[in-house]
């Protein structure tokens, strides 16, 4: 396991492997994307109660989805910066944040023009809503401190400590919120199981679900890498490439 | 005496010696909590529907406002280096601190509240709840507060910035605690509130020194 | 004086030790080792990265890369034997202002590491205050002391001291001649009782040249 880990973490390893990966993951994202939007916007049916506005949940719902997940991802890599001192871990910490920040600013922001034509509103305190605004506060708050060091390094740890210290409040914000919601009977903007969805809404669905994951690990690596270019450039094998390209 | 004691009794010594400054916070409290009658409305209806909430938030703004002193005289003057430097764990001696920076500050905040909820028409019903709930929540705004002021020790905007880090952690306590004192309001029971909040208290206490001795090594 | 019951040979060595602050590195490559009866001086320009080399041997901070080993176990595998044995005396005093210098002799002989050795109190509070020189001044504030006498009160450290390994950062810092002349005979006891010592200064500071290994960054 600890030998995984540093074989898998070691900077100019880790540039290769992620590079090809990167390649193929983009690859996979155009295709998936241009699947599930065809099939979400043009071929699905309009949804009985809210007509054509509904297909704005085949951005919203995944993107929701995947600002929880990144958080995970966010949170163990934050564990593996913290015990193992993983270089990699860290940039991945910091890039995580910005990148879940970006999918739940999507996701807020498709919530409200969904919230829009169905409530008359933008903003709607509903629990779903609410615990975005929540998680972007998380986010924000990492950014905030990863930033805030002059030594990346430091911040790396920082930034991990609170992630790890987040991802055990998420479960329980979650809740609290969903409890004061019920409490005072806000509408709920995302709920699309009553009556349950047919198969014609689920199967776009999923295959958006799988298009922003893929796009999610394209991006990371993407961006990791060059990250990872720019912290490593005193060393040889970054003055190797760069010889290289010239 | 076992060192856990000893520090937390130093502390609290130390505390006294600056005791013009403890009063910032409750004076900080005082102010605000007089400032919506001001800018909302004073009337009562209104005040006393929205009062549990006004108190709690001013509540939770003024702990943060008093987080600072936890650890930045000793970081400043290299007692803390030395704490960290003792062979051993060193959770029991931050745990240690954070109690005593809450009996210096949040059990005097406890005592003033039940006079605010005065000025907010909140009715008597409401009085022990509203007790309960900060006993029970104050502990854990100190401790998710010294996390945030552990993380930020070594930074120039430390102070700002670690309230941002923490206010959403407080969403919970603030939620449970505003819903318990409106059950009150009404009469509905009160006790599953208090259970959650004192889980809550739990796993703080629990888990939250951890991660502050972690962040203030970080800092070091 | 408190004398050594051990007899123990000691090693605290450093290997590849590399800074990194920000855009460069503050030192790379460091390497040295210590053993008991060993004295190494720190020398540099200011911002050479005195402070956090000792740091860095502290284990307060870690290295980019390198390892810092005490008795060959490095120190953030094994923390516990290390820091019973290691007394750090940083830049800023350790004193706390508002407290009355009884009250921080108290703190400073409460907390001191080889309490937990459970060796008996060899010395009382008033003879620490006699030797430091502040036997008139026990009821007075730290914070009211002058600079000098601050840094008696953190210095106190080492007279009660059963700890094998000392790393002072700048030790002598606004002390008068006399009293430098104490510290000199204290570190020159520790030395001989097979202590190890690691310092930075920049004022000259005598002890035995046989002894003294000097780092330059």
């Known amino acids: 396991m600890m030998q995984f880990i540093h074989k898998y973490g070691s900077p100019k390893y880790f540039y290769e492997w992620s590079g090809r990966w990167a390649k193929i993951l983009t690859w996979a994202t155009l295709v998936l994307m241009a699947a599930g939007l065809y099939q979400g916007l043009f071929v699905s049916p309009p949804d009985y109660q809210q007509s054509e506005t509904v297909r704005i949940m085949y951005i919203h719902v995944p993107s929701a989805w995947l600002s929880m997940f990144t958080y995970m991802v966010m949170a163990t890599s934050g564990i593996v910066a913290l015990v193992w001192r993983i270089k990699v871990a860290e940039i991945v910490v910091g890039q995580c944040a910005i990148i879940g920040a970006s999918f739940t600013v999507l996701a807020l922001v498709t919530g409200m023009l969904w919230g829009k034509p169905m409530w008359g509103a933008y903003w709607v305190w509903d629990a779903r809503l609410t615990s975005e605004l929540v998680l972007l506060f998380l986010y924000v708050g990492v950014i905030a401190i990863y930033s805030a060091y002059e030594d990346p390094r430091t911040g790396a740890k920082a930034a991990s400590i609170l992630a790890i210290v987040g991802v055990v409040n998420i479960p329980i914000i979650h809740y609290s919120v969903e409890w004061w919601n019920t409490l005072h009977q806000g509408p709920t903007v995302t709920k699309f199981d009553s009556p349950s969805a047919p198969a014609s809404m689920l199967i776009p669905l999923f295959i958006m679900f799988f298009a922003f994951k893929t796009y999610f690990f394209a991006i990371l690596f993407a961006r990791s890498r060059n990250e990872l270019l720019m912290r490593e450039r005193e060393s040889s094998w970054v003055q190797q490439i760069t010889k290289e390209l010239k | ?220 | ?217």
């Open chain 2, 1 to 220: 005496m076992h060192l856990f004691l000893f520090i937390l009794q130093r502390d609290l010594k130390l505390a006294i010696r600056n005791r013009r400054e403890l009063a910032n916070p409750l004076v900080f409290f005082i102010i605000v909590v007089s400032l919506f009658p001001l800018g909302v409305s004073p009337d009562r209806a209104l005040l006393s529907e929205i009062a549990p909430g006004i108190i709690w938030v001013t509540a939770l703004l003024a702990t943060l406002m008093s987080m600072d002193s936890m650890f930045r005289s000793d970081y400043e003057d290299g007692t803390l280096e030395q704490l960290l430097l003792l062979p051993g764990s060193k959770v029991l001696l931050i745990l240690a601190k954070i109690i005593a920076h809450w009996l210096s500050v949040g059990v005097p905040l406890i005592i003033i509240a039940p006079i605010m909820s005065l000025l907010l028409y909140m009715p008597e019903q409401t009085l022990p709840s509203l007790l309960i709930t900060l006993i029970i929540s104050t502990p854990i705004l100190s401790l998710l507060g010294s996390l945030g002021v552990a993380l930020t020790l070594s930074l120039k905007s430390g102070g700002i910035l670690s309230s941002l880090l923490i206010l959403p952690f407080y969403i919970p306590v603030l939620i449970f605690s505003t819903m318990a004192i409106s059950a009150a309001a009404d009469y509905l029971p009160v006790s599953g509130y208090y259970a959650l909040l004192g889980a809550l208290l739990i796993m703080s206490v629990l888990l939250i020194p951890f991660a502050v001795v972690a962040a203030l090594k970080v800092s070091n």
């Open chain 3, 1 to 217: 004086m408190p004398s050594s019951k051990n007899t123990q040979v000691h090693t605290l060595s450093a290997r590849n030790l590399s800074c990194e602050r920000g855009r460069g590195s503050l030192f790379k490559q460091v390497s040295f080792s210590l053993e008991s009866g060993q004295a190494m001086i720190v020398t540099g320009v200011n911002g050479a990265g005195k402070t956090s080399l000792l740091k860095i041997i502290t284990g307060l901070s870690r290295a980019s890369e390198g390892q810092v080993s005490w008795d060959a176990k490095d120190i953030h595998q094994h923390p516990e034997t290390y820091q019973k044995q290691l007394l750090y005396i940083g830049h800023r005093a350790a004193v706390k202002a508002e407290l009355t210098v009884r009250e921080n002799l108290q703190l400073i002989m409460r907390l001191r590491p080889s309490q937990w050795q459970a060796t008996e109190m060899t010395m009382g509070l008033v003879e620490l205050a006699e030797i430091i020189g502040l036997r008139n001044r026990l009821s007075v504030p730290c914070g009211r002391l002058s600079a000098g006498q601050q840094r008696r009160v953190a210095l106190a450290r080492l007279f009660i001291s059963h700890e094998k390994c000392w790393i002072l950062d700048e030790p002598l810092t606004a002390l008068d001649v006399s009293f430098i002349e104490v510290i000199e005979k204290r570190i020159a006891e520790h030395l001989n009782n097979a202590g190890i010592l690691m310092l930075t200064t920049h004022r000259g500071i005598r002890i035995d040249d046989a002894r003294v290994i000097t780092l330059k960054l």
